[in-house]
């Protein structure tokens, strides 16, 4: 991977990411990159997740995970390997791992889905139970936090801000204020 500067076009600087070999055995390998923090990350294959300094290329660190989201410049969240957050099917729960910046897995995290929080350096999972879906927010140094339950499963959920609203199957949106 090699970084250029705009608008000259000057190379900047280069890496090499050996772990760029298809897993299938039949070139279905892949990789895509995104900004992660203060960071570039490049997740190759579903596996592996390499977190690069974007001014100098230098790698931090590489994560033997699925980095679906980065806390601000604190923590990753991750998934083994695929499936991603949120899961095809809600009801079915996710392990989730919290990775901290050099790599080292904190801790592991149950949930039915991740609800998109717009404009937030902090995450809010749902985990389903028989009847009440609950909320828990995780921040920015892997700390997690209950934030209450609410009735009905199987939820659509976005927040924004301090508000969440939700869908149920049937069409109800219902909107709580987050008490953060």
């Known amino acids: 991977m090699t970084a250029y500067e705009r ?9 090499v990411v050996p772990d760029l070999t298809p897993t299938d055995g039949q070139g279905g390998g892949y990789w895509y990159l995104w900004a992660c923090g203060p960071d570039a990350c490049m997740t190759v294959n579903g596996a592996s997740t390499w977190v690069i300094d974007r001014s100098t290329g230098v790698v931090k660190t590489t994560i ?21 957050f949120p899961s095809d099917s809600p009801a079915v729960p996710v392990i989730g791992f919290i990775v901290d910046p050099q790599g080292r897995t904190r801790a592991t995290l149950t949930a039915n889905a ?19 879906t609950e909320f828990q927010v995780v921040d920015d140094r892997g700390t997690v936090r209950s934030l209450g339950s609410v009735p009905g499963t199987g939820l659509t959920c976005h927040a924004r801000a301090d508000v969440i609203a939700c869908a149920d199957a049937g069409g109800t949106l219902r909107v709580w204020r987050l008490p953060l």
């Open 64 to 84: 033997s995970r699925q980095v679906i989201q980065r806390l601000g410049s604190g923590v990753f969240l991750a998934t083994p390997l695929n499936p991603l």
């Open 114 to 132: 991740l609800v998109d929080w717009s404009g937030s350096d902090r995450a809010l999972v749902a985990v389903e139970g028989r009847l009440r």
């Open 7 to 15: 608008p000259s076009l000057s190379r900047r600087w280069s890496v």
